[in-house]
């Protein structure tokens, strides 16, 4: 028995008895009176699911006479609730009376019903009122105990077949009209009608049992109003620019409906008794056991109230609402009509389409212009925010710090400003001039599709179990290096063009191909180089995470036309820190383990990368020269502030500070193992070698296999020198350079031109 079950038995007493005579081992006599021979038993379980219900039980006594011996039975399930037309206490109540132990009619009788006439067994009666219930017997709310309808001692199983089983419709109404086209929640009976021009509902109280339909041309107030109804039908207007909807609708109502079901078995079994007697005669004295059978008859009602409800989900059939401003404050579940002539909608309150509808389309709120929701909007299939706009007749702001649910979001408006939720069990379409995403989070089961003209993320999440598209024309970009924003992707990402400004340096972007599939991502970025301004108004992503499911490939490529062809030219992703994923699914290598194996590059499509978790100078050039690391940015993630010798920081690129390999400042030790490895370059020696011609020499600390520039300048600011002469250390170690420059004559002391020196090279 489920733990949920309410239970209660009841020992309907021996009808059945009869007396013994023993002989004890002395020889004297003891007489045994009304030892048991038919025993019955009675149990009731009752399985409620809502546990506001409350549950008793009766037991009659037992009828040996006219029927098979047990009593009648009687179950009340109860709930309790408010009037709030009457502010009293109210108690819905529903009994279930059983005679089917003792009555021997067992017959199929037919129920009083309007439409269909249905059978129950003779047996079964449900009353809504009070039967006399406490009069029936006693009461049996006592928990059942184990062995009361089987016990080990019983000498069969046997049962017979001696049952009877019923379901039950249980309604708050009489009656209800058969479900054919054209009756609706207006038909039913019970219904209270309201027509005005003008509507005052301050503080009223209204009660309805089925319906509640008001019609008000003026709505004045409706402060401190309860409606307390099942159906409502509203058509409601404002003359005076502002409709506030509130207190005029709930969740749920107190009605008690569902099914009962209900089983009743009726059967046997025996044990026996054994009591101890001696056979006693002149010549012999034995042990002679009497035994004692007892014919147990069990019963058990079995009702079940687990699909029985005390609150129905309150609906809204029609909702005409008619303002220049109109604000919803109460929870709508909207199923037949939705007419919001409004220019400016605020909802702060759940708003749910039931069938018959399904999407949310500009039919219901021609007009409006300014949509502004805090609330929660449920819409079962498309949710369409002005994208079946007619031309010239869009949403022009839609401010979005509630919750927005639908199997799928097309969203076209203007102005877009989201820092609530949006939840798509499909695809995503968000257009709009303007859109900024601020601590907006966005689940997507589908794809999402970011187009318009400019973007703004700041502290935004996206979970797309598809793809991301981009698609903005003049600028993406996030709020900077804080802006923490998190974008997660199941099946790529795409730029689709880039945008004239804009990049994501402070956005990470994670991508995961899922199990044996090859996912495609491509992207319009500009190439640049391996040079720092790639980073700049070109899309820039911050942190990019490399991820696979087991066997799963990652392919980046340049994007593509509308048959999948790659566009010709050349582009760049440019990632300030880029990541392989060192998962290792089932087991398997992960993408650090194995770039090349995970990961392929295509043509005409380079990666540039300021910094990652894989050595960058090891990554440097592979995938056939289509990765590359730009060591001289340093962004965000790949930048360190580095000390000088003369207390000055300089702002550099991590793995350059890091490598093992390059001489940055040139003294003969690379910059992994070098204190202070961008100092500037030594000069150790500059003289004049001659003043007819005017010849200069200079000298300084070359690094190993390092080329060196010579260049010129008559003023130290000029952007461009003249490069005079090239030098080159061909040795594995430290050595001395020198090059000379013949000055032409000039107005200076020596006789020549004043001229500044610049050595440079390549680290």
Not at 394 to 404: D, P
Not at 433 to 457: E, F, M, N, P
Not at 600 to 608: A, D, S, W
Request: glycine letters at 10%.
């Amino acid at each position: 028995m489920p733990d949920s079950y309410f239970t209660a038995w009841g020992n309907t007493g021996v009808v059945g008895a009869t007396s013994l005579v023993l002989t004890n081992a002395d020889g004297s006599i003891s007489n045994l009176f009304f030892v048991p021979t038919n025993i019955f038993r009675q149990a009731i379980a009752v399985g409620v699911r809502d546990t506001n219900f409350t549950v008793r039980a009766r037991f009659g006594p037992s009828s040996p006479i006219g029927g098979l011996g047990f009593g009648i039975t009687a179950v009340e399930i109860a709930s309790g609730t408010t009037n709030v037309a009457l502010g009293d206490s109210e108690r819905s109540t529903l009994y279930f009376v059983d005679r089917l132990g003792a009555n021997t009619n067992t017959l199929l009788v037919t129920n009083l019903a309007p439409w269909i006439p249905t059978g129950r067994p003779y047996a079964y009666e449900i009353y809504r009122d009070d039967p006399g219930f406490t009069g029936i017997g006693n009461n049996g709310n006592t928990p059942l105990f184990a062995g009361f309808l089987y016990d080990t001692t019983f000498s069969n199983t046997f049962a017979t077949n001696f049952y009877a089983g019923y379901r039950a419709s249980i309604d708050s109404l009489q009656s209800r009209p058969p479900n054919v086209p054209g009756l609706s929640a207006t038909n039913t009976p019970g219904r209270i009608e309201i027509v005005g021009d003008t509507v005052d509902l301050t503080r009223s109280r209204i009660r309805g049992m089925t319906t509640v339909q008001i019609s008000a041309g003026h709505l004045k107030s409706s402060s401190g109003a309860i409606i307390d109804v099942e159906n409502l039908v509203y058509d409601l207007a404002s003359t005076n620019g502002l409709l506030t909807v509130q207190s005029m609708a709930k969740t749920a109502t107190h009605q008690v409906r569902g099914d009962l079901r209900a089983w009743t078995g009726i059967w046997s079994n025996q044990f026996a008794l054994v009591f101890s007697n001696w056979f006693i005669d002149a010549n012999t004295n034995y042990f002679n056991p009497v035994t004692n059978p007892v014919d147990i008859n069990l019963y058990c009602l079995i009702l079940s109230a687990d699909f029985l409800t005390r609150t129905q989900q309150v609906r809204t059939h029609t909702l005409a609402l008619k303002s220049t401003n109109v604000i919803i404050n109460d929870p709508f579940v909207l199923t037949n009509r939705v007419d919001i002539q409004a220019e400016s909608l605020t909802v702060n309150e759940v708003l749910t389409l039931q069938s018959p509808l399904r999407n949310w389309t500009y039919a219901f709120t021609p007009g409006l212009r300014y949509f502004t929701n805090t609330g929660t909007i449920n819409v079962p299939n498309v949710a369409y925010f002005g994208a079946d706009s007619p031309r010239g007749a869009r949403i022009e702001r839609f401010v979005n710090s509630g919750t927005l649910t639908a199997a799928a979001h097309e969203i076209v408006v203007g102005q877009y400003e989201d820092s609530g939720t949006v939840q798509t069990g499909n695809d995503l379409r968000l257009a709009a001039d303007t859109v900024i995403l601020d601590g907006a989070v966005h689940t997507v089961s589908g794809s999402a599709h970011y187009a318009g003209r400019d973007y703004k993320l700041s502290n935004m999440r996206l979970v797309a179990g598809q793809a991301l598209f981009i698609n903005a024309t003049n600028s993406f970009t996030d709020s900077g290096e804080q802006a923490a924003n998190y974008l997660d992707v199941q099946d790529g990402f795409h730029l689709i063009r880039k945008p004239v400004f804009g990049d994501l340096l402070g956005t990470t972007l994670i991508t995961t191909a899922p199990r044996f599939a090859s996912v495609a991502h491509t992207w319009a970025a500009e190439d640049r180089g391996a040079a720092p301004n790639g980073f700049k108004d070109n899309l820039a992503v911050g942190h990019l995470t490399l991820a696979s499911q087991q066997e799963g490939e990652l392919r980046l490529g340049p994007p593509t036309d509308g048959m999948g062809f790659p566009l010709p030219g050349s582009y760049g992703l440019y990632v300030d820190y880029l990541e392989f994923s060192t998962n290792r699914p089932s087991g398997a290598p992960s993408v650090a383990d194995d770039p090349e194996g995970r990961v392929v590059i295509e043509p005409g499509l380079t990666v540039y990368f300021g910094y990652s978790n894989l050595d960058p100078e090891d990554l440097d050039g592979r995938f056939e020269g289509r990765l590359r690391w730009v060591k001289d940015y340093a962004g965000p993630a790949s930048g360190v502030d580095v000390a000088l010798r003369d207390g000055r920081t300089l702002r550099v690129n991590l793995g350059l500070v890091q490598s093992k390999e390059i001489d940055s400042d040139g003294d003969g030790l690379v910059n992994g193992f070098d204190v202070f490895p961008f100092d500037d370059l030594l000069i150790t020696d500059f003289r004049i070698v001659s003043v007819n011609p005017y010849v200069t020499e200079l000298s300084w600390r070359a690094a190993a296999n390092t080329a060196y520039e010579v260049a010129y300048s008559t003023d130290l600011l000029a952007a461009n020198w003249q490069v005079f002469a090239t030098a080159t250390n061909p040795q594995s170690s430290v050595q001395i350079l020198s090059v000379r420059d013949s000055v032409p004559a000039g107005s200076s002391a020596a006789g020549g031109s004043g001229r500044f020196y610049r050595v440079s090279y390549e680290p």
